[in-house]
C-alpha cells in the first residue's frame, strides 16, 4: 500500500468506526480522534516531555491539549505560519508574556494569531520536542502526514539553522487504527521516535535516519518562491 492508499483507508476506518472527532470530515487533514487526550498524557508522562523546555508543535486539533498543557507547564510553545509563508514563519508562545487564563485560546490554529509574536528561525533557538500530527505511524517509527510536506519543510529549516538535532525528540499522538505497517521513509521524512496513543506510548527505537538541512532537490521553484525561508538555503 503507497502513502495516498494507506491515508484514504485511515481517513476511511476512522470515520467508518466512529473514532473520528471535530473537525469532520477526517479526510485530507490530521484526523481528530477519541481519546486524544489520553494519548497527550501518555506522552506528557515521558521523561522526554517532562524535560522538554522549547516544543515545535503542530497547529493540529488532536494535539490540541498538549499545546495547551506545554503552556501552563512553563513550556515555550513555536507554531509554523500557516505554509510558511512569512518572512518570520513561526508563532512564538510565551508562557511568561500570556495570562494563564489565555493558555487555552492562544494554542489553538485560529486564535494563535491574536496572542503569539511572529519570529524568524533564529529566535528559537534549540528545540527539545517537536511534536508532530500524523495520518498513520508504525511502531518503527516511519509517519505519514497528510501529503502537504510542510512538517518536513520545517525540520529541513530548523535542521539547516542546528536547533534541532540528535538531542531533539520527535513525537506524535494517534489512535491505535492509525498505527500502521507504513511504507518506508524518504530521504526528506522525519521519524519518530516517540508514538503514544490512548492506550501505551511505543518507543520506536528507530532505525531510520533523520534527515539533515534543506536538500534544494527536492523543491521545485513554486514551492521556493511561496516559502521566503527557504530562498536562505537554495
Known amino acids: 500500500m503507497d502513502k495516498d492508499d494507506l491515508r484514504e483507508a485511515v481517513w476511511d476506518e476512522l470515520e467508518a468506526s466512529g473514532v473520528a472527532r471535530f473537525p469532520f470530515p477526517p479526510h485530507g487533514r490530521i484526523p481528530n480522534f477519541a481519546g486524544a487526550e489520553a494519548a497527550g498524557d501518555r506522552l506528557a508522562a515521558t521523561d522526554a516531555w517532562a524535560d522538554a523546555d522549547v516544543v515545535k508543535a503542530n497547529p493540529d486539533a488532536p494535539q490540541l491539549s ?10 515555550t510553545v513555536y507554531m509554523a505560519v500557516p505554509r510558511l509563508a512569512s518572512e518570520e514563519p513561526f508563532y512564538e508562545l510565551d508562557p511568561e508574556r500570556l495570562d494563564p487564563d489565555e493558555y487555552d ?45 510542510y512538517s518536513d519543510l520545517e525540520w529541513a529549516v530548523l535542521s539547516a539553522s542546528g536547533l534541532v538535532d540528535d538531542a531533539t525528540t520527535v513525537a506524535t499522538t494517534v489512535h491505535e487504527r492509525q498505527v500502521r505497517e507504513t511504507p518506508a521513509p524518504g530521504a526528506h521524512d522525519v521519524p519518530m521516535d516517540l508514538v503514544c496513543t490512548p492506550e501505551r506510548v511505543v518507543r520506536t527505537e528507530t532505525s531510520y535516519d533523520r534527515p539533515h538541512g534543506v536538500d534544494a532537490t527536492l523543491l521545485d521553484d513554486d514551492r521556493i518562491d511561496e516559502i521566503p525561508v527557504l530562498q536562505e538555503y537554495v
Open 66 to 75: 498538549l499545546r495547551r498543557r506545554a503552556l501552563r507547564e512553563g513550556k
Open 105 to 149: 485560546a492562544a494554542a489553538t490554529v485560529s486564535k494563535v494569531d491574536r496572542y503569539a509574536d511572529t519570529v524568524g528561525v533564529d529566535a528559537l533557538g534549540h528545540v527539545d520536542l517537536v511534536l508532530s500530527g500524523s495520518v498513520a505511524v508504525s511502531e518503527a517509527g516511519a509517519r505519514v502526514g497528510k501529503g502537504e510536506g
